[in-house]
């Protein structure tokens, strides 16, 4: 066993059911690591991989490196097909669409793949739907990220997280050339607003750290298999954020001209968000969020709209974006100005 790690107790079908998720999920592991992993010797496991073959699936053994290794061999279990409503295939159609954002991945390539597959096995009489059920959703994205430097390693990525292996992250901080070196844990591809990020735990920073996937520079998988925590919730590492960033929250009162009340009344913009309308029809949202730069590109979208009313922080750091943009441009027109008449 590893050093430090709890003692795990299993009874037979527990090892079982273990066994077959390890298999499922982490390809090529060897007799020591199936011990390893359920506590018991070499023996045990072997009675139990003749038993895992008896429930119906097929294993596979190779060497590596001078050890036997075992796997699933791909399909191996007898599944029942599956039956999709047009409903369901609706359903489908329209998570296929948002996943626009995964363009030049690939993820993109597998969801294609699947839809293929799907395609293949549909009953005729479904044929017919499926060009007219392909247009019932329409994404539209600005902004897109470009994920061509980085598509090469993302298959690594999903080895990793597939397998919970250890990996090696080259990584370009924004605005940057040069590459720093992380050890990560990958634990979880995080979607906000177009892009794809993977958050994990940085062993050399000894912290959690969130990389956006199109500055990954290059990826290297180690054999070190870890662990996710027991307590590790995701949601959790943003349940405090506006958007991405985690930093110390603060108690945000906004409020919004009754022109776009409405728009603001009708969305969830952090749980347990409050909201008040006046006499003027105008709206008041307060709530608690952390990430400063996220809130005041927010509000600064509203523009004469949306007037801070706390923090005081808050309020000046919106001031003095205002007053840099109205220099900005009054500067750009004298010197447009000045040109103007040179060459009248």
């Known amino acids: ?59 596979t053994s190779e060497w590596l490196q001078g050890k036997k290794t075992y796997s699933f061999l791909t399909k191996s279990r007898n599944i029942p097909p599956i039956t999709l409503s047009l409903n369901q295939l609706m359903s489908l159609y329209l998570l296929r669409s948002l996943g626009v954002h995964l363009t030049g991945t690939p ?8 839809f293929r597959t799907i395609t293949s ?8 739907h499926l060009e007219r059920i392909a247009r019932v959703s329409l994404p539209i994205l600005r902004g897109a990220r470009d994920y061509s430097s980085a598509s090469k390693h993302l298959e690594e990525l999903q080895r990793a997280l597939l397998h919970q292996y250890r990996l090696r992250l080259s990584y370009a901080k924004q605005g940057l050339k040069e590459t720093e070196s992380y050890e990560v844990d990958p634990y979880t591809l995080v979607f906000h607003k ?34 996710i925590p027991a307590d590790y919730e995701p ?18 009162k906004v409020r919004f001209s009754p022109e776009i009340a409405p728009t603001i009344q009708e969305r ?14 105008r709206l008041t949202v307060e709530f608690e969020a952390a990430g400063e730069m996220e809130l ?18 808050l309020r000046r750091e919106v001031k003095n974006q205002v007053r840099d943009m109205r220099e900005y441009y009054r500067g750009k027109d004298k010197k447009q100005e000045k040109g103007d008449k040179r060459h009248v």
């Open 107 to 114: 993820f993109q390539a597998e969801v294609e793949e699947l």
């Open 296 to 313: 005041v590109s927010w509000i600064l979208s509203y523009g004469a709209h949306a007037e801070v009313l706390e923090p005081p922080e």
């Open 268 to 281: 969830v913009w952090m749980p347990g968000q409050k909201l008040m309308s006046d006499t003027e029809g």
């Open 1 to 59: 066993m590893q050093k430090g790690k709890p003692a795990k107790k299993y009874s037979q079908a527990g090892r079982l059911h273990r066994i077959i998720r390890l298999l499922e999920t982490r390809r090529d592991m060897t007799l020591d690591e199936l011990a390893e992993e359920c506590d018991v010797d070499r023996r045990t496991i072997h009675r139990d991989l003749n038993a895992v073959e008896e429930a119906g699936y097929t294993l």
């Open 235 to 252: 949601e959790k590492h943003f349940s405090s954020a506006f958007g991405l960033v985690s930093d110390s929250p603060m108690k945000v």
């Open 194 to 227: 177009g892009g794809i990020y993977l958050l994990g735990y940085a062993h050399n920073r000894k912290a959690m750290r969130l990389f956006a996937l199109e500055r990954v520079r290059g990826i290297e998988v180690t054999r070190h298999r870890f662990e």
């Open 121 to 128: 096995v549909l009953p005729d009489r479904y044929a017919a």
